[in-house]
């Protein structure tokens, strides 16, 4: 028989176990970089820029678009890169917590 009461402890531990992760993606670093390593950036997994390193050749006047250019470049890139970290990250905090119920499809809380 479906024991719902035990259904939802194990709800609220799966609620508790993702607030968690969800937490700790600060811990999840991504590198990115463009222009051949000139502008290099590191993202957290929730998605902050938390260094950004620029070349000191690049820092002229007429080169501003060109810079401007590379550090979004080199941004984008991390965040890429972090997206499939966190959700990696998450996957492995709640292994095992949520049932394999064919049909079911939980990856978007993800």
């Known amino acids: 028989m479906f024991d ?6 194990k709800m609220k531990e799966v609620q508790s ?3 968690e992760a969800q937490a700790n993606l600060v811990n999840v ?5 463009s222009g051949g390593g000139m502008v290099k950036a590191t993202v957290n ?9 620029i070349d000191n050749d690049l820092i ?6 060109m810079l401007q250019d590379l550090v979004v470049a080199a941004i984008n ?3 890429q890169e972090v997206e499939g970290k966190s959700k990696e990250a998450l996957k492995k905090s709640t292994e095992g917590l949520i049932p ?3 049909g ?4 978007g809380l993800m």
Do not use: C, Y
Not at 29 to 33: L, R, V
């Open 4 to 9: 719902m009461m035990n259904m939802m402890g």
């Open 17 to 19: 176990k993702m607030k």
């Open 29 to 33: 670093k991504a590198d990115g970089e």
């Open 45 to 53: 997994g929730t998605k902050q820029i938390e260094v950004l390193q």
């Open 60 to 65: 002229k006047p007429e080169d501003k678009e």
């Open 77 to 79: 890139n991390a965040l």
């Open 100 to 102: 394999n119920i064919p």
């Open 104 to 107: 079911l499809d939980l990856s």
